[in-house]
């Protein structure tokens, strides 16, 4: 089966500078890759996503990349902020009859941004 | 609008004794996950429905372990004889099926503890 290896767990930066998460994934049929963000006490939300037919992708600060090749994909978040402090997850998975299911989670890494 | 509910928030059991988990999806959601995160750990599936489709339980990790959705609504995770390691945060999602559609929603999970 798939499986995501995340690093790293756990990623201190300062108000205003960026952060990197990077996941790589075995399954080269994975085809769609989530990025999850979760707050304390709270259900995991995603913050954005890619599939295989593109290589980056943008929504305001936050950026993800895809390397089929290498099977690795990985999060930028640019001008971090306080509130992005959480745990974040990167998860991939085999688009199955029309839709995905069944994600295959990282073990995820908790971002700590000092004001 | 509403989104994913689940209940109870926290549940404390002794071990040995059976729970029920309640997972309330968005109205309208055909497909419907259940994971477990533990303690440090990332999302580990448990199972899938999708409408009126067989189950995908293929993530169960036992007999203990087993799940139900009346009416293509509400979703009952129960687990029989619980033990110590059974001890995690079970959370919910759902989807609704539009072609290409992949976000899953999250509840805020239940916070189970096995004494």
């Known amino acids: 089966g798939e499986n995501v290896e995340q690093h790293p767990s756990t990623l201190s930066v300062q108000e205003g500078d960026s952060a990197v998460i990077k996941c790589t994934y075995s399954?080269?049929?994975?085809?769609?890759f989530p990025w999850y963000k979760q707050e304390l006490g709270k259900g995991p939300q995603l913050i954005i996503d890619i599939r295989s037919n593109v290589g980056e992708k943008k929504d305001q600060r936050i950026a993800v990349t895809l390397n089929k090749t290498a099977k690795h994909f990985s999060l930028h978040i640019t001008e971090t902020q306080p509130e992005d402090s959480a745990v974040y997850f990167c998860a991939a998975s085999i688009r199955s009859g029309g839709s995905n299911y069944k994600l295959t989670f990282g073990k995820g890494t908790l971002l700590t941004v000092n004001p | 609008g509403a989104g994913v509910s689940q209940s109870p928030s926290n549940k404390v059991t002794e071990k040995g004794k059976d729970v029920e988990l309640r997972c309330d999806p968005i109205?309208?959601?055909?497909?419907l996950y259940w994971y477990r995160q533990s303690l440090g750990q990332g999302l580990e599936f448990l199972i899938y429905f999708q409408g009126n489709s067989a189950p995908d339980k293929s993530g169960l990790p036992s007999d203990r372990f087993s799940a139900e959705r009346t009416g293509g609504s509400v979703s009952t995770l129960t687990i029989q004889r619980t033990q110590q390691e059974d001890s995690a945060v079970y959370l919910c999602a759902s989807q609704p099926r539009l072609a290409g559609y992949n976000e899953q929603f999250f509840g805020p999970g239940t916070r189970l503890t096995v004494l």
């Open positions: 399954d080269s049929a994975s085809n769609y």
């Open positions: 109205s309208g959601h055909t497909a």
